[in-house]
C-alpha cells in the first residue's frame, strides 16, 4: 500500500442487500475493493453486538435494529489510493472525513432509501475499530496479512461469529490488543505484571484513564459492580473470571481535565500491548493519588517512589516525607497550569494534604476545589436531594474548616481557640 492510500470499509446490513451489485459496482468504481466477507450474527447476541459496536445502548428490538435489519451483512474492506479530507455533520459533530467514502456512504443510503441501512468508516482511526471488532484483527495485522491467535476471521467469504469479547476475553492481552483500536486509554498504575497477570490484593483491580466511560464498558463488556452511576467500579469476563478495573474518564475530577487529556495524548505502549503514562505522568499521578486521593501512604507506593523520585523525598527509615512530597507535587502541578480537582464521592479526599500541596501553587487563580468538596454530596444525582445530604454537606464544610484552622494557627492555639468558643457559646 502507497504511503498516500487508506483502507476503509462499509458495511451493507441485511436492509441494504436488496441494491447489493449495485453498491458493489459502485464501491469498485471508486475503490480497490480488498475483501469482501459475509457475517452472520446470533439471534441472542445481535443486539448486544449492534451497542458495542456503534457505542450507544441499542437494546433488544430498537429502531436502528428493525432499520438495519438482523439477517446476514456484508462487509466490504477497500483502499482510497488518492483519500481527501473535508469538514462534514456526522452523527457526532462536525468532523474532518475521508470524503470520498463519506460521500460515496451518503450516496448509498439514498439508493437504500434513506437512513443508516449502510455504514462506512471515516478515518483510518475508525477503520481500525471497526475492523478488530467484527474480524478481531487490528488494522496494521491485516495490511500485513497476519492473524493473531484470537482473529475471528479465518480468511474466508463468510463467518458465523459474533463481536470480538462476545463471550468475554480470552486473556488480558486479547482485551488490550482490542483496547488499542478501538478507545483512548492508559493503565495508572500497578501495570508491571500487565498483559499476562495482574495485582490481587488491596490492588486488584486495573485502573484506566480513558476518554468516554460509556463507550469503554460497551467495547470491553464491562458490567457495573455497583448501581449508583457515579461509580465507575466495573467486571469484565477474562478468560472465564471477572476481572474488576476502575474506568476513570476524562472529565470526571479524577485529575485536572488537562492532566487526563495530556494522559491520554502521550500514553507509551510497554509489552507491546499495554498503554501506560508517560515517566512524569506516572511519577507525579502515583504522588497525587497517594497524597490527595488516600488517608495514609502504602509502603509499595514508598517503594516505588525510592525508585523514580529525587533524593529527599523518601526518608532513612523509609517513610513518605509527606512535606517534601507536597511541596514537589504543588510546584509541579503550578509549572504544568494543573489544579487540584475534588473526584467522585468512592475516592477519599485527604483535605489536609491538598492544603499542604496547595500553599505551592499560584494564589492568583484560587483553588476551586473546597466548594467542589462541600458540594460534592449532591453532585451525579438527581435534582431531588436525599435525606441527611445538607447536614453532611454542612459537616464536611465543618471539618475542612477545623483542619484548615489547625494547619494554620497550629495544634496548640486550635485548642484554645476551640475551648473559648464553647465556653462563649455555654455562657450565652
Not at 64 to 70: A, D, P, S
Not at 298 to 326: C, H, N
Not at 389 to 413: F, H, K, N, T
Request: one cysteine or more; charged letters at 25%; hydrophobic letters at 40%.
Amino acid at each position: 500500500m502507497s504511503d498516500a492510500a487508506e483502507s476503509h470499509l462499509f458495511v451493507l446490513w441485511s436492509a441494504a442487500r436488496s441494491i447489493e451489485k449495485r453498491i458493489l459496482d459502485d464501491i469498485a468504481e471508486n475503490f480497490e475493493i480488498v475483501r469482501t466477507v459475509e457475517i452472520r450474527w446470533s439471534e441472542e447476541a445481535f443486539s448486544e453486538n449492534l451497542t458495542r459496536f456503534y457505542g450507544l445502548l441499542l437494546p433488544p428490538g430498537s429502531s436502528k435494529e428493525t432499520h438495519v435489519g438482523t439477517d446476514p451483512f456484508l462487509v466490504v474492506v477497500v483502499r482510497d489510493h488518492a483519500p481527501r479530507y473535508a469538514m462534514e455533520a456526522t452523527s457526532r459533530g462536525p468532523a474532518e472525513v475521508n470524503a470520498t467514502v463519506f460521500g460515496a456512504k451518503a450516496r448509498y443510503r439514498e439508493w437504500t432509501g434513506g437512513g443508516h441501512k449502510v455504514h462506512a468508516t471515516n478515518s483510518p482511526q475508525e477503520f481500525d475499530h471497526d475492523l478488530v471488532l467484527l474480524l478481531g484483527r487490528n488494522a496494521e495485522d491485516f495490511e500485513n496479512g497476519d492473524f493473531p491467535e484470537f482473529a475471528l476471521d479465518d480468511g474466508g467469504s463468510s463467518l458465523s461469529v459474533d463481536l470480538a469479547g462476545a463471550e468475554g476475553w480470552d486473556s488480558l492481552r486479547h482485551l488490550f490488543y482490542v483496547l488499542n483500536s478501538t478507545t483512548p486509554y492508559v493503565v495508572l498504575r500497578n501495570f508491571n505484571v500487565l498483559p499476562d497477570a495482574y495485582y490481587a490484593g488491596s490492588h486488584g483491580d486495573i485502573d484506566l484513564m480513558v476518554r468516554n466511560f460509556e463507550e469503554t464498558a460497551y467495547v470491553a463488556g464491562a458490567t457495573k459492580v455497583y448501581a449508583k452511576d457515579y461509580r465507575v467500579h466495573v467486571k469484565v469476563k477474562v478468560g472465564g473470571d471477572d476481572v474488576l478495573f476502575d474506568f476513570r474518564f476524562v472529565g470526571d475530577g479524577y485529575y485536572d481535565r488537562a492532566w487526563e487529556e495530556r494522559m491520554l495524548a502521550e500514553a507509551v505502549t510497554t509489552g507491546d500491548v499495554v498503554r501506560v503514562p508517560s515517566r512524569d505522568d506516572y511519577f507525579f499521578g502515583l504522588l497525587y493519588h497517594a497524597l490527595i486521593h488516600k488517608k495514609a501512604v502504602a509502603q509499595d507506593y514508598v517503594r516505588s517512589f525510592s525508585e523514580l523520585a529525587p533524593q529527599g523525598i523518601v526518608t532513612s527509615d523509609g517513610y513518605l516525607d509527606v512535606k517534601t512530597a507536597s511541596t514537589m507535587l504543588g510546584s509541579w502541578l503550578e509549572s504544568n497550569h494543573f489544579r487540584i480537582c475534588v473526584p467522585e464521592r468512592s475516592v477519599q479526599f485527604n483535605v489536609r494534604n491538598a492544603l499542604r500541596t496547595q500553599r505551592h501553587m499560584s494564589r492568583i487563580r484560587p483553588a476551586l476545589w473546597p466548594l467542589s468538596l462541600v458540594a460534592r454530596p449532591w453532585s451525579r444525582l438527581s435534582l431531588r436531594p436525599r435525606r441527611g445530604m445538607l447536614r453532611r454537606s454542612v459537616d464536611g464544610l465543618r471539618r475542612m474548616v477545623g483542619q484548615s484552622a489547625r494547619m494554620i494557627l497550629g495544634e496548640a492555639r486550635w485548642d484554645r481557640l476551640k475551648s473559648r468558643l464553647r465556653g462563649s457559646r455555654t455562657s450565652s
